[in-house]
């Protein structure tokens, strides 16, 4: 009959503790979102681009064309062993400007404002189907011309 003495105890323990520390869930913040104080000093149809800058930094990410709208965004990840990451919390805030720059809306969004969007891939075939590099090069032997040796 196996018996335990304190040390077997205290390293069984050790191993147990150790495994489960090893499936505790980890999270990963990236991105950044203004704070609501720093909001409250933005006026809608007074503050221009460049005092929005000013005010709570430059933006994430800008529009597509030059003088686009400004977006904030931040993510927060977590990851649980050997699982794949997952999106726990995410917020984007918009803030856009008429036509002169001016400050026109402040909207913020999450996660649950978001959908999965389905992306289309383009990719161009090669054309070339189940062929070997030995049947591509000798293929070409009776394809060279006069042309072609010059």
Do not use: W
């Not at 196996?2 to 499936?23: Q, Y």
């Not at 597509?64 to 977006?71: N, Q, T």
């Not at 969007?117 to 054309?127: D, I, K, M, P, Q």
Request: hydrophobic share 40%; proline share 6%.
């Amino acid at each position: 009959m196996a018996t335990f003495t304190p040390l077997s105890a205290a390293g069984l323990a050790l191993i147990v503790s150790l495994g489960v520390a090893g499936c505790s869930p980890t999270f990963r913040n990236h991105g950044y979102v203004p704070p609501e104080e720093d909001l409250a000093e933005l006026v809608v149809g007074i503050d221009t681009r460049a005092s929005v800058e000013d005010v709570v930094g430059p933006p994430t990410a800008g529009g597509v064309l030059e003088g686009g709208d400004y977006f904030y965004i931040r993510s927060k990840v977590r990851t649980f062993g050997p699982r794949r990451p997952e999106v726990v919390e995410r917020q984007v805030l918009a803030i856009t400007f008429d036509a002169d720059g001016v400050l026109q809306n402040i909207e913020r969004f999450g996660l649950e404002d978001g959908r999965v969007v389905a992306l289309s891939r383009r990719v161009t075939e090669s054309g070339v189907t189940d062929t070997g590099f030995l049947r591509q090069l000798l293929g070409n032997i009776g394809r060279i011309g006069p042309q072609g040796v010059l």
